[in-house]
């Protein structure tokens, strides 16, 4: 199992560095096959950006919360999720809770979310619900990973509206 790397250059090119960017370097996480990594490089990966000293933010857009339970966040005590920022009027920073690890934070998910597909169908512009409710929050980040669940539904579509860049485990 293994992100893909066959070509470095084009690897590197996945995760654009432009020194001048302002702002977070917002990253979905994201392969409708299940089992094929996502969750672990999500939570690996966040881990070891903050542990380079950066601000990093990991939004758990999935049904089966594994980011949230991997990182601590025991499942009634998930009063804010992800779920109330696409659904509620749940404000950002309400939802963000702090983990173990200095500098990571997560929003965490929560079984409701399991429903939200349907529940968004007939919003007007579903897809950008997440964008419009997080991204201003996300500023403050440097980088923001997105755990996506295994779909190319609602969920996938509204963590691609608000990321800049898609992050594919592949398992070979
Ligand atoms: N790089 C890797 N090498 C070997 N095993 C791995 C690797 N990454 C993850 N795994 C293992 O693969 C399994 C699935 O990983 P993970 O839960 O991260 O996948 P996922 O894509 O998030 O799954 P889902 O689609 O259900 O959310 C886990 O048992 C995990 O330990
Ligand atoms: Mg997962």
Known sequence: MSILVDDPQAAANLVPLKPAQRGP?????????????KTTTT???????????KKVLIIDLDPQGNAST????????RKVTTYDLLLGDAQMADAVRQTM???????????????????????????????????????????????????LGLLTLNALCLADAVLVPLQV
């Open 25 to 37: 370097r917002i990253l979905a996480i994201a392969n409708q096959k299940g089992g094929v990594g």
């Open 43 to 53: 939570v690996n990966l966040a881990t070891a950006m903050a542990a380079t000293k």
């Open 70 to 77: 991997g990182l601590g966040i025991d499942r009634d005590s």
């Open 101 to 151: 690890v200095p500098g990571l934070s997560i929003i965490p998910s929560s079984v409701d979310l399991a429903g939200a597909e349907l529940e968004l169908i007939d919003i007007p512009e579903r897809e950008y619900r997440l964008s419009k409710t997080l991204r201003r929050g996300c500023a403050e980040y440097d980088f923001v990973l997105i755990d996506c669940p295994p779909a």
